[in-house]
T-cell receptor, first 112, second 114 residues
Framework: AQRVTQPEKLLSVFKGAPVELKCNYSYSGSPELFWYVQYSRQRLQLLLRHISRESIKGFTADLNKGETSFHLKKPFAQEEDSAMYYCALSGVNNNAGNMLTFGGGTRLMVKP | ETGVTQSPTHLIKTRGQQVTLRCSSQSGHNTVSWYQQALGQGPQFIFQYYREEENGRGNFPPRFSGLQFPNYSSELNVNALELDDSALYLC?????????????FGPGTRLTVT
């Protein structure tokens, strides 16, 4: 079975401080990992995916297969980063189509 | 190009009733997935349709069923509603973006069962 765990429900930081949103997963095959973000009153949208290895809005995430983690990081948080963040996993060889398994989400609050 | 739309935005039903939720996929997307998001939790996969056939299902009972139409719009039907079915229901269509596939989510339908 595949599972995604986000241990923090809420993360509160001051503007300019570093941010790390934690994500751990369990999956027996080769997973594809994503971070989704939901800003206030907006729909869920993709922030980044591990295969792209890119930085989006200053955020990066590295897949660590040894630790089964995919933590989201940003060196200097901005107030506009305040949102709900979801880590998600898609199994490459599953028989459930392209299902995404989501973590419970972490609310990031960036204080001025 | 229009995004994923869902209707209605919210509705209230009584336990035991049946409900149909609708989704219009993003133009050109032939795969649609449905998710249930209970309050304070992440979305949970219900099922996926590709070219009008169900090709993946999560851990939901048979009273959750769906349809996809030739124009790739879709429906989620829930029979014999239970209080625990109260949630935000998300639809997502899948298509190419920058050379890779991406799921585009709709705004959701909030269902309250009393």
């Amino acid at each position: 079975a595949q599972r995604v765990t986000q241990p923090e429900k809420l993360l509160s930081v001051f503007k300019g401080a570093p941010v790390e949103l934690k994500c751990n997963y369990s999956y027996s095959g080769s997973p594809e990992l994503f971070w989704y973000v939901q800003y206030s009153r907006q729909r869920l949208q993709l922030l980044l995916r591990h295969i792209s290895r890119e930085s989006i809005k200053g955020f990066t995430a590295d897949l660590n297969k040894g630790e089964t983690s995919f933590h989201l990081k940003k060196p200097f948080a901005q107030e506009e980063d305040s949102a709900m963040y979801y880590c998600a996993l898609s199994g490459v060889n599953n028989n459930a189509g392209n299902m995404l398994t989501f973590g419970g989400g972490t609310r990031l609050m960036v204080k001025p | 190009e229009t995004g994923v739309t869902q209707s209605p935005t919210h509705l209230i039903k009584t336990r035991g009733q049946q409900v149909t939720l609708r989704c219009s996929s993003q133009s050109g997307h032939n795969t649609v997935s449905w998710y249930q998001q209970a309050l304070g939790q992440g979305p949970q996969f219900i099922f996926q349709y590709y070219r009008e056939e169900e090709n993946g299902r999560g851990n939901f009972p048979p009273r959750f069923s769906g349809l996809q139409f030739p124009n790739y719009s879709s429906e989620l039907n829930v029979n014999a509603l239970e209080l625990d079915d109260s949630a935000l229901y998300l639809c997502a269509s899948r298509g190419l973006a920058g050379g890779t596939y991406e799921q585009y989510f709709g705004p959701g339908t909030r269902l309250t069962v009393t």
